[in-house]
């Protein structure tokens, strides 16, 4: 039987792409999350170093790179008493979002909650095992028939993040209907008009349980190292020790020079700080040039903004296409009215695309 799958989103943007590529100074892709700044020589330096890697590697993960997960986790998150049991690297995020569903035991008859707006893989997952999907960010209507739930702080794409109030509303409901909550948090490391970025695995949402919980990260974004594929869960040993077994079984598992790196990347502080710099730059740029050309935009955390001119999203997509822009529309995410802008670009190429953003003029449809 075939997989009920959808065309992949980005392929739909063929014909824009294809305008904006016309621009006399070129395509300015901001369509797509992927890093551009160099990955930090200490992360290099770690992999090559570990480049003699004739054995098979760990499933779990290194001894030292299970306690770095650990050592982040109190040091960055707030998140104390992790075991090595309790933490596991992943292939990237974005496998493991998509297949969790699967290790977890989940199919038919069952349901998987995903946020209203959201990332897509969240819906992959669900239609890959077959289970039902309920959209949805209240948990009073979440159904009975729940095992999956996903929340995903800072959001993609919206980047808005969640209190420690609502991860903990969120977590109550899931232990009542006897659900796994696994909360996506890769953007967490870069916050910009929020004080406070909570964990799901925060004393102050688990009361001091992580039955039933787990956190997802990657440091893809903060560590610049996208095609290494580096990620991480950690929360309830029993519900990481049965990925675990499930992965042994089907050989997933990070590369040993992979996991050398990642631990060396977990480890140091300074070049996440550095990265996060240039991200905050990058994104003052290019919001005040977006407000400047009529959008309303958002971007409490992470790596987009979340723009709108109060058309709809391929109209805005189209219109950026013409100057050479091309983004991601809201739709990809279960909103029509918004496009997604990434902030992954050089700076030159930022401060390029703010000046063809201060060419447009303001519409008549424009929210003012």
């Known amino acids: 039987m075939a997989l009920d799958l959808p065309e992949f989103p980005w392929d739909s943007l063929a014909a824009a792409k294809q305008t904006a590529s016309g621009h006399p100074d070129g395509l300015i892709d901001l369509s797509v999350g992927s890093p551009v700044d160099a990955t930090p020589q200490v992360v290099r330096d770690a992999l090559t170093a570990a480049a003699d890697a004739h054995g098979y590697p760990q499933v779990w993960g290194t001894p030292q790179l299970r306690q770095a997960i650990i050592d982040w986790f109190a040091r960055e998150r707030g998140v104390e008493g992790l075991t090595e ?57 979440w159904p009975a028939t729940t095992r999956l739930i996903w929340i995903n702080s800072p959001s993609n794409p919206t980047g808005r993040v969640l209190s420690a109030e609502r991860m903990r509303a969120a977590v109550e409901k899931a232990r009542s209907l006897g659900a796994v909550l696994a909360s996506d948090e890769c953007y967490a490391l870069l916050p910009w008009d929020v004080a406070d970025v909570p964990s799901v695995l925060d004393e102050r949402v688990t009361g001091g349980d992580n039955t039933g919980l787990l956190a997802v990260h990657s440091l893809s974004k903060q560590s610049s190292d996208a095609g290494y594929r580096t990620a991480f869960i950690a929360g309830d040993e029993a519900l990481v020790q049965q990925v675990v077994g499930v992965r042994k079984h089907l050989g997933l598992m990070p590369p040993s020079p ?90 030159e190429t930022i401060a390029a695309a703010a000046h063809r953003l201060r060419t447009l003029k303001r519409t008549k449809n424009s929210v003012r």
């Open 85 to 141: 049991r309790a933490v596991m690297p992943s292939i990237g995020s974005k496998e493991l979002i998509a297949s969790l569903a699967l290790w977890l035991g989940i199919g038919r008859g069952d349901t998987i909650v995903i946020p209203e707006i959201a990332y897509p893989t969240y819906d992959i997952s669900a239609r890959l095992v077959g289970a039902d999907i309920h959209v949805g960010d209240d948990p009073e209507q």
């Open 258 to 347: 992979v996991q050398a790196a990642m631990t060396a990347a977990l480890d140091d502080a300074a070049h996440v700080e550095e990265q996060r710099e240039r991200y905050r730059s990058r994104r003052a740029t290019l919001l005040d040039a977006v407000r400047e050309a009529g959008w309303q935009a958002e971007s409490d955390a992470g790596l987009y903004l979340w723009a709108t001119d109060g058309t709809d999203a391929r109209q805005q997509v189209s219109r950026l296409a013409e100057i050479g822009i091309l983004v991601a529309p809201g739709d990809f995410y279960g909103d029509d009215r918004h496009v997604r802008i990434a902030l992954t670009a050089t700076d």
